[in-house]
């Protein structure tokens, strides 16, 4: 011990410099580890939607919820996309009238699409105060869709469907497959949503129950009529699990915790 304490006083400036470097190099790390980034495999790397995308009433909400539950309120933890991601069901929702399904790693490298450039910039506020969830630099103005009233055989179908595709994605996750439902059933004239699982191909499960957070994003996708975005979603894949460069000639909408969304 005394020549140890001795070495450290004969080189206390190199000690107080690796002191120094060495919770830098902890905390880069972390963020490499959990932070801001997830890559696909294809070498390119792409950002998380950023929280303040995220509707302040849905912030609010999942804040409130945090504090009476005593957990973390970041409703986009990159922790969680970068772990929960890979395990989701999250899947292609091809018609067989389209593309053959995009396939495996053997493909090779697929480049991610990206969202049109909108000629000015966005107004996230608009959006959010037209009750979508999230606010995208690429929204469609002009996306309505009617409303659909479900059976109880449907809503207990999709409720599980939410929570099979994406369950890991919480409430925004959930409505965002609602979403990509509903609007299958009114721009392609889907009048179920066994249909819809059927013919576009969702293989998420449906026998592994739901949650709280999807029965309340079903009910507000089809009861209230509501959008996750505002922009029509028919196709989405995660490509942690699948390559598809059928996906991505599609017209890319967002990433949501890993899971990209597109419209035909």
């Not at 801001?36 to 792409?46: H, K, N």
Request: aromatic share 10%.
């Amino acid at each position: 011990m005394d020549k140890f304490l001795a070495f450290i006083k004969s080189h206390k400036k190199a000690v107080t410099v690796i002191s120094a470097i060495v919770p830098l190099l902890v905390v880069g790390a972390v963020v490499m580890l959990t932070g801001g980034l997830w890559s696909a495999g294809d070498g390119e790397s792409t950002a998380l939607p950023a929280s303040n995308n995220i509707s302040p009433t849905v912030r609010a909400s999942a804040d409130s919820a945090s504090r009476a539950i005593g957990g973390s309120a970041d409703v986009t933890s990159t922790t969680a996309a970068a772990t929960a991601a890979p395990t989701t069901a999250a899947s292609s929702t091809e018609k067989p009238s389209t593309t053959a399904p995009g396939t495996t790693a053997a493909e090779g490298d697929i480049p991610f699409a990206t969202a049109p450039v909108a000629a000015s910039p966005a107004d996230y506020q608009s959006q959010w105060d037209a009750g979508y969830l999230v606010a995208i630099d690429n929204p469609d103005y002009s996306y309505a869709c009617y409303h659909v009233e479900l059976t109880d055989d449907d809503r207990e179908l999709l409720e599980c469907l939410c929570y099979g595709e994406f369950g890991s994605g919480g409430f925004i996750g959930a409505a965002m497959i609602a979403q990509c439902v509903k609007d299958a059933m009114c721009f392609d004239g889907y009048s179920s949503v066994a249909d819809v699982i059927k013919y576009c191909r969702y293989d998420g499960s449906t026998t592994s129950g739901t949650s709280d957070e999807c029965i309340q994003a079903v009910r507000y996708i089809f009861d209230d009529d509501g959008s996750a975005v505002q922009h029509r979603m028919l196709y989405m894949y995660n490509p942690y699990m699948v390559k598809s460069s059928f996906h991505e000639s599609q017209e890319f909408v967002l990433s949501y915790q890993g899971v990209r969304f597109f419209d035909r």
